[in-house]
């Protein structure tokens, strides 16, 4: 689980700026909201972050998904760069170095993973990890400019042979952080295989507005055999009265013609996927059918007659099933994107009342309703603020001073917490 994670000098985001999962000690439906990841140490499964447009709510994303991708992909160049923006509204930021630094649990063990670097190279990185009270190096990297070489020192924790070492290091070239090399090697089972298999699986790519998650769940629906997960998938719509019984995948080849054979050469898939497409002749889809109730029976209806929000909740529910089922962190942009808040809120009240592991998801939203409900902590609600040089500044609900018995809605459309957008007049000039 994510402990906290810092950025600082990314896009809108100059200052450090920290979010954290560490609970403070509101008694709110603690046993629903936090997991213990060793003894004594809890940290909460959820996260919200509010805050008007162009504030850095997605920018926060963007810079956890930036990390993860930077620990696992190797650039194809070792002059590729960085690929991010520094802070550029002043002369200073867009010339120093950017910084992230993720706190995490993983089997009981806190480990601390620190990042330094520019768009052209990474100049420190470093892994810890607290198997007691003090912090033990795994590896610590840093660039030496005289000779334009990364140096990089495997501490006697980190369990790797001498001559998987000397490989790492020389793959860790000073665009590729020591975590993607190490993912490139066929080291030993050892404390970085752990850290490695967190980022690969158990953090996920962010879910944008956009993504519907059809082909999840046909994919899901497909290797179902057991019916588990269509049975789980049915509960939640019928639960969210959206008037389906059943769905069924519906599988079908047609025959490839001239027009879809220009199609899948120019189509980005790999050589060898196209022709084998060619090759057979045929290609497969795949549709769902809805069963709805009527009033004189049940009739079939074809995905694409159903709703936006029909696919949105049910791309959702395939979320619900892989963070109850698995260990994620699911960070989701908008995720009011489509839904009704009723099933806004239900959906969030499924995950607490059901998640026994340690997933965690981390949310923005522009609806205010929650800050509106009873069982939504003080401590997992942030916002996103423009300083007046244009810089993202984060603020937790619980840190703003806000009196146990002022209702946090009231307060935020009050602009207690932080400025709300000013939108001037409603008269606009015709000249």
Not at 87 to 102: G, V
Not at 280 to 287: A, L, N, P, Q, V
Not at 381 to 410: C, E, I
Request: glycine fraction near 6%.
């Amino acid at each position: 689980m994510i402990q906290e994670f810092q950025v600082q000098n990314f896009y809108s985001i100059r200052e450090r700026q920290t979010i954290s999962f560490v609970p403070t000690n509101d008694g709110n439906m603690r046993g629903q909201y936090v997991h213990e990841v060793a003894e004594g140490v809890e940290l909460l499964k959820i996260g919200i972050v509010y805050g008007s447009n162009a504030s850095g709510k997605t920018t926060l994303l963007q810079a956890l998904s930036f990390f993860r991708s930077v620990m696992l992909n190797k650039p194809e160049s070792k002059n590729e760069g960085m690929r991010y923006f520094p802070f550029l509204l002043d002369k200073h930021s867009r010339d120093e170095h950017s910084q992230m630094q993720m706190t995490f649990w993983l089997n009981g063990e806190k480990y601390v993973l620190n990042l330094e670097f520019d768009s052209k190279r990474i100049y420190e990185e470093s892994l810890m990890v607290y198997t007691s009270a003090r912090p033990t190096s795994l590896y610590k990297r840093v660039y030496q400019s005289e000779s334009d070489h990364t140096e990089v020192v495997f501490g006697n924790k980190a369990g790797i042979d001498k001559a998987t070492q000397r490989a790492i290091e020389g793959n860790t070239t000073n665009n590729c952080t020591v975590m993607a090399a190490f993912g490139q090697s066929n080291a030993h089972v050892s404390k970085l295989n752990d850290v490695f298999d967190f980022f690969l699986s158990g953090i996920q790519s962010i879910l944008t507005p956009r993504d519907y998650l059809s082909y999840d769940v046909k994919n899901e629906l497909r290797n179902d055999k057991d019916g588990k997960k269509k049975r789980f998938l049915l509960q939640l719509l019928k639960a969210s009265d959206f008037n389906i019984v059943d769905m069924t995948l519906d599988e079908r080849e047609e025959p490839i013609t001239p027009e879809m054979e220009k199609t899948i050469k120019s189509a980005p898939i790999s050589e060898e996927a196209k022709i084998e497409m060619l090759k057979r002749g045929t290609i497969k889809f795949d549709d769902i059918m809805f069963r709805h109730t009527g009033e004189d029976g049940e009739y079939e209806l074809h995905e694409k007659l159903e709703s936006a929000g029909t696919h949105r909740f049910l791309g959702m529910s395939i979320v619900l099933y892989y963070v109850l089922h698995e260990n994620n962190f699911i960070p989701i942009d908008e995720i009011e994107t489509s839904i009704h808040y009723e099933l806004l809120a239900y959906f969030i009240k499924l995950f607490l009342a059901n998640s026994e592991g340690s997933s965690q998801l981390l949310m923005t939203t522009h609806d205010i309703n929650l800050l509106n409900e009873d069982f939504i902590r003080r401590d997992i609600v942030w916002f996103t603020d423009k300083s007046s040089q244009g810089a993202t500044q984060l603020k937790r609900l619980s840190s703003l001073g806000l009196h146990k018995t002022m209702n946090p809605y009231n307060a935020y459309k009050q602009g207690k917490l932080v400025d709300l957008p000013f939108l001037g007049s409603i008269y606009l000039e015709t000249e």
